[in-house]
């Protein structure tokens, strides 16, 4: 992204979604319309998730989703101390917030993402992160360009060809190198996706992975989102030439009171909603 790009003037100014009316369906949805809805999807919405979440994302906070596992206490990406001069690629970085703790503890942090105006709010926020606005699955990078790479829900639930992202990731990093990703927990695809009571009652196929698709009314797609089950997800790893080092399922904590869409304290405390992905490159 030019760095020279104004940051929005009032950015919490969310607009209202024109597509608000858009029909949820379950349907088959390829790469570049999965992309395409995505990129337009955050641009019109990256205002109102900045407004409703910056405020627990925190400035510089790295979060890994929204039960608040804070990676200074959970250290997925090796002990703080370690990240030093390293070389970090976040994916899906949103306003980059991540990326702006990486950089505190001495790393080398470059923020990517696929929104333009996801990107509007990392420069709006500061503090020089290098910015990239490009694909997941087509990384601007030469091969062995970073140390480590990060995504906390960035990318990859979106994706319809998530084995083609973790080879990108793979060719990027250097031998040895960690990837670490947040992602909804598979199990939750079996629910609706509503915080109270409702949610808890199974009404899908956990083994159902036809994508969830909102479309406009030429039938298309404006928002997409691409289910694997907990196998899927270690198979695309292990495809992507990726050793599985933990699966970590974060407990929603007590202090924790604040719902985030279907993310709630009911459910959190009763099924896990995030899956973690810490991986070494083999
Ligand atoms: C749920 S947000 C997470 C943002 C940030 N990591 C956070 O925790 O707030 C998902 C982000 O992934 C980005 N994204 C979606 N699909 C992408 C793709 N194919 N390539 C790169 N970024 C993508 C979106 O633009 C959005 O900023």
């Known amino acids: 992204m030019n760095q020279e790009d104004d940051a929005p003037e009032d950015a919490y100014a969310a607009d209202p979604d024109p597509l608000d009316d858009a029909e949820a369906t379950r349907r088959d949805a390829g790469e ?132 083609g992202v973790m080879r990108e990731v793979h060719r990027v990093l250097r031998p040895g190198g960690r990837w670490v990703f947040s992602v909804t927990h598979p199990m939750r695809w079996a629910f609706p996706d509503e915080p109270g009571p409702e949610g808890l009652t199974v009404s899908a196929s956990y083994f159902d992975r036809t994508p969830y698709v909102e479309q406009d009314e030429r039938g298309r797609a404006v928002y997409v989102e691409h289910h694997r089950t907990l196998g899927d997800r270690v198979r695309d790893v292990v495809a992507g030439g990726f050793r599985l080092l933990d699966l970590v399922e974060p407990e929603w904590p007590e202090w924790n009171s604040q719902e985030w869409g279907g993310w709630s304290p009911l459910r959190g405390n009763l099924i896990p909603g995030t899956a973690i992905f810490v991986c070494e490159r083999v």
């Not at 200074?72 to 990406?77: F, G, P, R, S, T």
């Not at 690629?89 to 333009?116: F, K, M, N, T, Y």
């Not at 030469?142 to 960035?154: K, V």
């Open 32 to 163: 570049a319309e999965s992309s395409r809805a995505s990129r337009s999807w955050w641009d019109r919405n990256a205002d109102e998730y900045q407004s409703e979440h910056g405020a627990f994302l925190g400035d510089d906070r790295f979060v890994w989703g929204p039960e608040g596992l804070d990676e200074a206490d959970a250290a997925l990406l090796g002990p703080a101390a370690s990240l030093k001069d390293k070389d970090v690629l976040e994916i899906g970085a949103g306003a980059a917030q991540c990326s702006r703790w990486l950089a505190a503890q001495g790393a080398r942090p470059v923020a990517l993402d696929l929104s333009h105006r996801q990107l509007q709010h990392a420069l709006r926020i500061g503090d020089g992160i290098p910015l990239v606005e490009a694909d997941a699955g087509r990384l601007p990078f030469r091969d062995g360009s970073f140390d480590l790479a990060c995504s906390a829900y960035g990318a990859v639930p979106f994706v319809a060809d998530p084995v």
